[in-house]
């Protein structure tokens, strides 16, 4: 498959995604967006014990699986990190989550410091390494770990990102993917940013305003280190009012440093406030792992 690397027009794509959310609002009505969505997004592929990627899916408790992290790139070199799992067999549990109705995404970054977008190039270079690799592309010198699989979307999880990066680069061209997929599938395009608003790492991607979800992480963040702000979660929703956005919270005390927030206080006091937003989203864990073991999920599916 060629692919064009001239860069799309950021007003032209985002003009185009804008339009198709405005009018998907429309049509499902602004009570719609309010109240419970039953929307549960969990990160998988940070511990070897969390069971496999099946049985996440399998579990019945999500919605939406993000495998992370991709956290080398930008240099020429690409590494997948999933905690030693086995890829052996793992296209066919992509697609049996995919049966079941829970896409599975790939996410981008993560805690170490190998990853990096200095110039568009690089952006680009990712692009055609993400899409060749676990989309939709077939370069022959290229190898698939999942065969032909094929995943549902690309997540942002910015540890060590600076404003100058190229990540508006990369997002614009997974959207003209989108605009011009035709029969193939839709990408999903998220993030996971810090809670203070802005996210100044992903801030300029998020700008562009093509993104369909953001998951704000009010965990490990000075700005949030009680858990869950309502003016931060105002800020978010405000400023990106046609992209859903799900409260991120870690699913036990030992998941996160900070900002735990105990599934009863979840439920009786954020997901109230939470769910006041028109583009409230959902529930993201942080992460299938430490949910195993609490079944923070279990507890707080039917409030979301």
């Given at each position: 498959?060629a ?11 985002a ?8 009018l ?5 009505g602004p009570?719609?967006?309010?109240g419970?969505?039953g929307q549960?997004?969990?990160f ?6 969390e ?11 999500y919605?939406?699986v993000?495998?992370?992290f ?9 590494d997948?990190?999933l905690?030693?799992h086995s ?15 829970v896409?599975?995404s790939?996410s ?9 977008l200095?110039?568009?190039q ?7 390494h993400l899409?060749?690799?676990?989309f939709?592309g ?5 190898r698939?770990?999942?065969g ?7 997540d942002?999880?910015?540890e060590?990102a ?10 614009l061209?997974l959207?003209?993917h989108?605009?011009r997929?035709g029969?193939g599938?839709l990408l ?16 300029e991607?998020l700008?562009?305003?093509i993104?369909e979800?953001?998951h704000?992480?009010f965990y490990?963040d000075?700005?949030c ?10 800020r978010w929703?405000a400023a ?5 956005i799900?409260?991120g ?8 440093a900070?900002g735990?927030?105990?599934?009863v206080?979840l439920r009786?006091a954020?997901?109230?406030v939470a769910q006041?937003a ?7 864990l942080?992460?299938?792992y430490?949910d195993?073991?609490?079944?923070y999920?279990g507890?707080?599916k039917?409030?979301?």
């Open positions: 498959m692919f064009t690397r001239r860069r799309p027009s950021a007003v032209i794509v003009a185009a995604l804008l339009s198709v959310l405005e998907c609002s429309l049509l499902a009570a719609s967006a309010q419970k969505t549960v997004t969990v998988w592929g940070r511990h070897k014990d069971g496999s990627l099946r049985e996440a899916c399998d579990s019945g408790l919605s939406m993000i495998m992370s991709l956290d080398v790139y930008g240099s020429g070199s690409y997948l990190d905690s030693g890829l052996a067999g793992m296209g066919d549990a992509i697609k049996r989550c995919q049966f079941l109705g896409p599975v790939i981008i970054g993560g805690f170490g410091a190998g990853y990096s200095p110039t568009n690089s952006a680009l270079a990712l692009f055609d899409w060749n690799t676990y939709g077939s370069l022959n010198n290229t698939r770990p999942f032909d699989a094929w995943l549902d979307g690309v942002m999880f910015l060590h600076s404003p100058a990066e190229h990540y508006s680069t990369l997002s061209q959207a003209k989108n605009i997929a029969d599938k999903h395009l998220t993030a996971t940013p810090h809670c203070r608003f802005p996210d100044d790492r992903v801030k991607a700008d562009t305003g993104f979800r953001i704000v992480r490990d000075p700005g280190a009680g858990g869950f702000s309502a003016a931060e979660w105002g929703t990106y009012p046609f992209t859903k799900y409260v919270v870690p699913a036990s005390p030992q998941a996160a900070s735990y927030t105990d599934p206080t009786r954020v997901l109230p006041k028109t583009n409230y989203g959902g529930v993201m942080w992460d299938r430490f195993k073991r609490s079944n999920s507890s707080i039917n409030w979301v």
